[in-house]
């Protein structure tokens, strides 16, 4: 073979090579036209989250989603939505819907809504290939629960883990009066529709749910994660003047708290404190 054909043979297997480990994610930049699309071709959305100033999703741009593997499953299997909010005013909206509060983050969520999985910050191929199959595996178990009509602990988990707060208030509700509901976990399926119900900023309601776990199940460790919540929920009122002294009177009415509560609660009361 002369040194012509052994250069060009080499550069073919250069090429060929690195073709197999790079591609490219085919992003939408538009939130209604991604929706839109995602609706009719009956698809899910994976929405990417990022930042101009994000070294961490300059990293995931270049090695994650240029890996192959990744581009060819996210193209055949979602909408790509590439969203960055300090630039994007409905970006923002949506990031807040989500409760993005870092870069990068990724929301995966079903055609109708439904929250398949999430990423908060930095992953690589491996996982990011992970996380895309538990997504595709999540959207089929939804699918299939969603398709019967009567009430479940499975729709429960899934409205609430989806942010469905009317939904899941009226599931729970019929199953608490069916009695189809552990006792155990009662009150964390209460601590969670309060969590949906001050997401979306009802938070007087959500605190006087709040105060029903604590009232109800005084004896249960619940009840520490149920004040944790309700100076949190206070705190996004607009009231941390109240969410300190709140947590202050726990600390001095309680003498079991669990420890890994008295370092989450001092966390927030010294947050709270530098910010007198």
Not at 49 to 65: L, S
Not at 235 to 253: F, P, R
């Amino acid at each position: 073979m002369n040194k012509f054909y052994s250069v060009a043979l080499v550069l073919f297997l250069y090429i060929a090579f690195t073709n197999n480990l790079t591609a490219a994610v085919k992003w939408q930049k538009n939130i209604e036209e991604s929706t839109k699309k995602a609706q009719q071709e009956n698809r899910p959305i994976l929405i990417n989250f990022y930042a101009d100033w994000c070294q961490w999703c300059k990293k995931m741009d270049k090695e994650t989603y240029a890996n192959k593997k990744v581009a060819s499953s996210i193209n055949k299997n979602f909408i790509a939505l590439n969203i960055n909010p300090e630039t994007d005013a409905k970006g923002s909206e949506l990031a807040e819907k989500y409760a993005v509060t870092g870069f990068p983050a990724v929301i995966i969520v079903n055609s109708d809504g439904f929250i398949l999985n999430s990423i908060n910050g930095y992953v690589d191929d491996k996982a990011m290939i992970s996380h895309i199959d538990k997504a595709l595996a999540q959207d089929k178990k939804i699918k299939k629960v969603l398709a019967t009509k009567e009430p479940s602990i499975d729709k429960l988990d899934i409205y609430i883990e989806s942010g469905k707060e009317k939904e899941a208030r009226s599931t729970f509700e019929y199953l608490l009066a069916k009695n189809l509901i552990p006792d155990e976990s009662i009150p964390q399926y209460m601590i969670g529709i309060a969590l949906l119900t001050a997401q979306s900023k009802n938070y007087d309601k959500a605190l006087l749910l709040f105060d029903e776990v604590v009232k109800k199940y005084p004896d249960r460790n619940d009840v520490f994660i149920a004040h944790y919540y309700s100076a949190v929920t206070r705190i996004l009122a607009g009231n941390q003047a109240d969410a300190l002294k709140y947590l202050q009177n726990v600390q001095k009415e309680y003498t079991n708290i669990p420890y890994e509560f008295i370092n989450e609660y001092q966390k927030l009361i010294d947050y709270l404190e530098s910010e007198k």
